[in-house]
């Protein structure tokens, strides 16, 4: 029941109405118009999940600690037990942030959604190295341009940390023409200084963060189609092999010889009839 796809379709539809409802809840004309019916959705959401999480743990009863072990049952039982915990429920902030956390179990239903999950936990040690390095190329590209245009543009350039704000900005590109002339005002310099950074930063630093997350995308969907085809083959069915040492062989010599002799024991032998000789063949002739 828990692995059939209708029953991820009801979790799911139960999710985004909870999540329309938190929506609706930020206009308020229509908190002052349907404020009890949203009030009331809500709470058959939470019974929905409540339901939804008995059912995955009726589901282990033979093993419950197998149901405790998965992320996503602690999770659930986390989202729905925090608001009825004294200093939370009266706090509106983090009950709303509770709330919105709810949309997160959609990703625990699908794999298509649980690989892209995975994935963007599997590129964050390779994310750590590339936020260094695009920091040190930022803080290097802001140096040089403190000293090209620190004087002429202060309010861009004035300290390395504003012209390290000005160049993280400019990594969408966004004004890239008019920042060009202005920089080729100040000294001529601004070209190869503006070109290298686009093509160090914008581009082979943006080709690499999409390289990092693909990598770890693909290594995420192997590793769930390996785990579905493993589920789905069953246990490993073991297979004989073949001994051919000598003692092995000369072992089944044996088992064959004593089959032989075995039959030889139970068949009666057959007389056979004496072949004559050449005297008798002489002596039937002269008679």
Not at 34 to 56: D, K, N, S, V
Not at 196 to 210: D, E, H, I, K, R
Not at 249 to 258: F, K, P, T, V, Y
Not at 261 to 266: D, G, R
Request: charged share 15%; glycine share 8%; net charge neutral.
């Amino acid at each position: 029941m828990v692995g059939a796809p209708w029953f991820s379709i009801a979790g799911f539809a139960v999710i985004m109405v909870n999540a329309m409802c938190l929506g609706l809840e930020t206009y308020s004309s229509v908190g002052a118009v349907a404020g009890p019916y949203l009030t009331l959705i809500e709470h058959l959401c939470i019974a929905g999940f409540i339901c939804e999480l008995l059912i995955r743990f009726g589901a282990c009863l033979n093993r419950p600690s197998s149901f405790f072990r998965d992320g996503w049952n602690i999770f659930d039982m986390a989202i729905i037990v925090a608001p009825l915990i004294p200093g939370i429920r009266e706090n509106v902030t983090l009950l709303r942030l509770l709330r919105l956390a709810r949309i997160v179990r959609a990703f625990r239903l699908f794999p298509s959604l649980r690989i892209i999950l995975v994935g963007i936990r599997r590129s964050l040690p390779g994310l750590g190295s590339f936020l260094l390095i695009t920091a040190l190329v930022i803080y290097g590209y802001a140096m040089l341009g403190w000293m090209l245009f620190g004087r002429a543009e202060p309010e861009k350039y004035g300290t390395v940390g504003q012209a390290m704000l000005s160049l993280f900005l400019l990594l969408s590109l966004d004004g890239i023409t008019d920042i060009l002339e202005a920089g080729r005002d100040v000294t001529p310099w601004a070209i190869p200084y503006y070109v290298s950074y686009m093509v160090a930063a914008c581009y082979l630093l943006t080709n690499l963060l999409v390289g990092l997350v693909l990598t770890a995308l693909q290594e995420a969907h192997e590793a769930e189609r390996a785990a579905t085809g493993g589920k789905e083959a069953g246990p490993a069915i073991p297979i004989q092999v073949l001994d051919n040492t000598p003692h092995h062989q000369i072992a089944r010599l044996r088992e064959a010889l004593d089959v032989l002799e075995s039959q030889l024991t139970a068949t009666p032998p057959t007389p056979r009839t004496p072949e004559p000789t050449p005297k008798d063949v002489v002596r039937s002739t002269a008679s």
